[in-house]
Each structure stands twice: as C-alpha cells, then as structure tokens.
C-alpha cells in the first residue's frame, strides 16, 4: 500500500503521496470533477504560469505508483506538482509574509468565483513560500461552487490569518507563539480577550472578532445541535461571496506592523566588527561557496542577510534564519521588493526551533525533517548560543554533524568585545566550554578542518569543516 503524507489527512478526497523527488496528489471521484473543472477553465494555466499556484499535470495512476486504497471512496485521477525547495510553515513567516500569503488565498478566492469555482479551504498551510514568493499549493482545495452556500473557510481565514495579523499590528503581539501553540489557530473567543474596548471599535476587529466571539459564546450557551438550528436557510449567490472575499482583502492589504527598532536590526552596522575582518569574511564565504556549489544552504543567525546573498551566488537556495522578527521582516520586504526567489528568509530561534505539531506529531515536520542543508553558515553565532542559551558546544556541534552538513563556523574568542559583553552578565568561571582549544578538539572530533583563518583582528576565527 502506498503511504499518503501524514499532513494530509484532512482532505478525504484528495491525499498527497511524496516518492523520491516527486509530489503527487490523489483524487477522489468527487475531487476528480472538481479538478476537471478546475483544468478545463483558462484560470489553472494563467495562475500556474504566474507561480501564483504550484505547477501541476495529470499523470497515470500506475506511473505513481498509487492504489486505489488511499482514498476511502477510490482513486479517480492523479496529480503531480512540482516541489517546493524547502518547505516553511505560518509560526516561521514574518508579518508580511503571512499578509502576503493571505493576499494570495483571497485574490486565488475571488477569481475562482468568477470562474465557477471556490476554495473549500483558508489555511495558511496550503501555501509555500518559493524565496519571497508566495505560492498556493493545494489544488485539491478548488471545488465547484457549492450552490447557495457561504464562504464556507471564513472562519478558519480569520483564526488562521486575521487574529494573528490583527494581534501584531495593531497591539504588537508576536503571533508565533499563538500559531505554534494551535494547528488551527486562534479561537475568536481567546482573540477578543486580546483587545481593549477601544481596539474593538478599530476596522475589523469589531465585525470580525467581537461579533464572531459573541456569536461563538451563544452557541456554546444553546448546546450540541444548536450550530444546525441556528443555521441560515438565506442562499448566498456567488457575488456576495466575492464582495466578502474582496473586502477582506482590503482590511488585510491595510494592516500595518510598526517594527520599531531592536537590538538586532541595526546589527550588523553597530557591530564590533572591523572592516577589515567583514571584508575576509565576505571573500571567505564566496569562496567556499563557489567552492562546494551547495544545492541548500542554511544561514544560521542571518541578520540583515548580507552572507546569504553571496552564498545565493552559488547556491540553489538559501535558508536564511534569524530569531529577530524585525530582522527577519526588513530582509523579507528587500527580497521581495527584489523579486528574489533563491533566499527564503524565517524566523526561527536555535535554542527553540520548530518541533513537530499537529496529530501524532506527524502533520508538521521539525525543521530538520525538511531537507538538510549541503552547508551551513553559522557566522556571529556560536557565543549567542554557548553563552546566552548555554547550549554547550559539543552539543551544537554534534546537532551540525548529525545533520551531515558542510559547516562553515565562526569562533570569537574570549577577548573579543562582544564575548566579552556576554561574560560581563555572568559569573566568574561561567561557561568553562567556551575556549578557544576545546572548541578545536570538539570540532576536530566530528569534523575534518578543511582550511581555518584567523580574522585580521586577531579576535576570530573561521572554520570550513566536513563531517567525519
């Protein structure tokens, strides 16, 4: 029996099956005249050339190796899509991305319409990111519009979309944690405790939050079966439909996140650093990746993503992360004002990354799941992680080597001002690990040193490393 992907349970007329390099997809019956529907108008091939939804054929069954026993109802027809390079997830997205993101599921939404079609579905799940692009990747999610019905994913739009970008623009309220916390999102009646009696006359949170938890308050008062009592008999016709979808648009378009400043986005220029030693580092990093020419590279601690973009130079793709949403968030508007498509840029914090979510663990991969690095930068890294996360250095080191990854490493010493800065907080004889010597005989246990420099500072030192 072929294996359908864990995270695609949820759709029982459609299931996704990854063989090798390939993606397909399985339709039911019913999923199988959706699909033809959706092939046979111009709209398929205008959105899939404009890399607005992921390419797509239809292949044979027995090519993919797929039976008919991966659908309860049958498998009708088979589909395959082109891959993602590295697939991301809403809690590693910056504000504009999932802005972005919720753009596209809704402009996706309002051109179905006017071809006779809807999306069953309003997840920020069903799209990836292709570097700043954002990219629809559900195909089985269109359907034939259901007669009469409403805009049937409203409400997952909002918990999953709205609340998060409603908590970051207008109270400043990280909506990571809330998305890690939930596969499904945000209740309305937890988003409403969020806003003050002024925040809920602002646009949007009124209709979309308070209206929504009062309304959810008095099912949950009137018991099991109220939801099919309560429910309207009034037939929506596609247009108002469009007209809800395009109102939402414009309340999202509008949201605004003030990022302000941290101590992170202005980095790299009131860093310690001198120019003589950004510059070697520049060269070493260009040479190293011209050198291995990786298909994915990781750039651990990004920042402002200079290193990434000379490592895109000779990359396939760059995975760019910093733990700073403000960082992040600038990098992302550059990339996409650049239109680039290499450097996909995430937040994401090393001590605390992603882990698996959803049910049995299975439906959302930890991020080393989802495609190991050929190289890894990890510059301007190490002391955060030793001394302000007291992650110890055979550890780090051991989690880079499991990942069977070429490592470029930067090591400050002990007598560089920043190290310094983070000693200054802690107590005498505070993480004894961090010493130049213990970390060369830790790195040389897992790793073959191909070529170290010293920077001209005489303060760092960067490593080219292969894993034994």
Known sequence: MTAA????????DSRVVISGDAIYRALSPEGAEDWKALSASPLLEKLTASGQVIGTREVDAAVAGIGQELLPTGV???????????????????????????????????????????????????VQFIGSKPTFIDIGSFEKIPEGEPWIAYRQFCMLYLYPLLFQAHKDIPFHPWMRGSIDGIQPIDAIK????????????FLHTSLHARLDRRANKSGPGSAEENKTTRQVKPGQIKAQLDSMNRLVSKLKWKTGET??????????????????????VAEVAAAKKPA?????????GAYSRIAA??????????????????????LREEGNTKILPLVSNLADPSPALGWRGLERKPLADRGAPDL??????????????NIPIADFLQWAKDLGTTLLIEFPKRTDPMVRALLANKHEGANPDYEEGNFERELEKRFNVERREELPSGDRILFLATPR
């Open 263 to 284: 101590s992170w986005s202005g980095y790299r220029q009131s860093n310690t650093y001198s120019d003589d030693d950004d510059q070697r580092k520049q060269v070493f």
């Open 5 to 12: 992907e864990p995270g695609s349970f949820r759709d029982r």
């Open 313 to 334: 130079e000779n990359s396939d793709r760059v995975v760019a992360f910093d733990f700073d949403h403000a960082t992040v968030e600038a990098l992302y508007r550059s």
């Open 376 to 389: 890894m930068l990890a510059l301007a890294l190490i002391h955060h992680v030793s001394i302000s996360a």
């Open 296 to 304: 994915l590279t990781w750039d651990m601690g990004c920042n402002d």
């Open 194 to 205: 969020v806003f003050s009696l002024r925040d809920r006359l602002r646009r949007g949170v």
């Open 76 to 126: 009708s027809r088979v589909l395959e899509h082109d891959r993602v390079p590295f697939v991301s997830y809403p809690y590693e997205w910056t504000f504009s991305m999932l802005q972005d993101a919720a753009k596209l599921q809704l402009e996706l939404g309002a051109e179905a319409i006017e071809a006779g079609l809807a999306l069953k579905d309003a997840t920020p799940y069903n």
